[in-house]
Antibody, heavy 121, light 107 residues
Framework: EVQLVESGGGLVQPGGSLRLSCVAS????????MHWVRQVPGKDLVWVSR????????NYADAVKGRFTISRDNAKNTLYLQMNSLSVEDTAVYYC??????????????WGQGSLVTVSA | DIQMTQSPSSLSASVGDRVTITCRAS??????LHWYQQKPGKAPKFLIY???TLQSGVPSRFSGSGSGTDFTLTISGLQLEDFATYYC?????????FGQGTKLDIK
């Protein structure tokens, strides 16, 4: 069974930093592109970033480009999202998501339970 | 960016009804349209990819159709567990955008 377990969320002040982690199990982590998707509670889903299988290629949404960094450690089956210069607009539940296939289909097949990030003074 | 617009934003229906949700893309996205279901407090669940292919385990009462810019999700014979919010999403080009969601609740 595919499992994605996020951690690292919490309350942070504007301008602060936070790193989210997502531990994967139940599949060969190094075979799949991975994504972060966020959702303000009760609002729309927004794709944030993706990373390829070896961690060398990545893309970001404009809203986070230059502030967020996606990375992965295939030896640890773990996906990361380093978030810097956080603003109140970054407050959301952040989901770790596995792509549907070994190539990057950008079909969000498996989702973690989400990690809430709250940016507030 | 490709804008995805769903209609209606909310919908009330009864068990056994047939409902249709529409998703329109602001530009051509071929068949690269996918559907998700989300229940309160839960992560989204993947339902349909590439317009019309059901994810394994998804009941056959769900179906998808469309191409280009206009797409539909149909649920034939609503069950209690189907009352949720549904989102469409395009994977044609980055950024990979979602619709604003359609909340389906019990009449």
């Amino acid at each position: 069974e595919v499992q994605l377990v996020e951690s690292g969320g919490g309350l942070v002040q504007p301008g602060g930093s936070l790193r989210l982690s997502c531990v994967a199990s139940g599949f060969t982590f190094s075979d799949y592109w991975m994504h972060w998707v966020r959702q303000v509670p009760g609002k729309d889903l927004v794709w944030v970033s993706r990373i390829n299988t070896d961690g060398r290629r990545f893309n970001y949404a404009d809203a986070v480009k230059g502030r967020f960094t996606i990375s992965r450690d295939n030896a640890k089956n773990t996906l990361y999202l380093q978030m810097n210069s956080l603003s109140v607009e970054d407050t959301a539940v952040y989901y770790c998501v596995r792509d549907a296939a070994s190539g990057s289909t950008v079909v969000f097949q498996h989702w973690g339970q989400g990690s809430l990030v709250t940016v507030s003074a | 960016d490709i804008q995805m617009t769903q209609s209606p934003s909310s919908l009330s229906a009864s068990v056994g009804d047939r409902v249709t949700i529409t998703c329109r893309a602001s530009q051509y996205i071929d068949k690269y349209l996918h559907w998700y279901q989300q229940k309160p407090g839960k992560a989204p669940k993947f339902l349909i990819y590439a317009t019309s292919t059901l994810q394994s385990g998804v009941p056959s009462r769900f179906s998808g159709s469309g191409s280009g810019t206009d797409f539909t999700l149909t649920i034939s014979g609503l069950q209690l567990e189907d009352f949720a919010t549904y989102y469409c999403q395009q994977s044609y080009s980055s950024p990979y955008t979602f619709g604003q969601g359609t909340k389906l609740d019990i009449k």
